[in-house]
Every structure is written in structure tokens, then in C-alpha cells.
């Protein structure tokens, strides 16, 4: 994937990889939420992991 958003760079062309994938539905409509917003993203990804941790010990 690239150019990397992290570098200053445009970030990932969402909607060429929706074009590539159009037999792919889900998959398409997959990337506008992983690659539009990675703050976003990556404070839902702790957040599911830190559950999973919790559920885990006090499970």
C-alpha cells in the first residue's frame, strides 16, 4: 500500500481501490474505513484489543 499517509503523503487512493475491488462490495466499502481515518481507526483498534485484554483477566 502506498505512499504511506505517516510520510506527509497523500495517503491511500480510497477510491481507485474501490474501482479494483468493484466485484468486491464489502471489501471496497472495507477500505473507506481503514484507510480515511487512521486516528480514528487506531483508537477503535486499542480499544478492542484492551477489551479483549479485560474480558481475558477478569473473564
Known amino acids: 500500500m502506498a505512499p504511506n499517509p505517516f510520510d506527509g503523503d497523500e495517503g491511500y487512493d ?3 481501490r474501490v474501482e479494483r475491488l468493484a466485484a468486491h462490495p464489502l471489501a471496497a ?3 473507506r474505513v481503514m484507510f480515511q ?3 480514528e481507526g487506531f483508537e477503535q483498534g486499542l480499544a478492542a484489543v484492551l477489551a479483549g485484554v479485560e ?3 477478569l473473564g
Open 37 to 39: 481515518d487512521f486516528d
Open 55 to 57: 474480558a481475558t483477566l
Open 29 to 31: 466499502e472495507a477500505g
Open 14 to 16: 480510497v477510491e481507485a
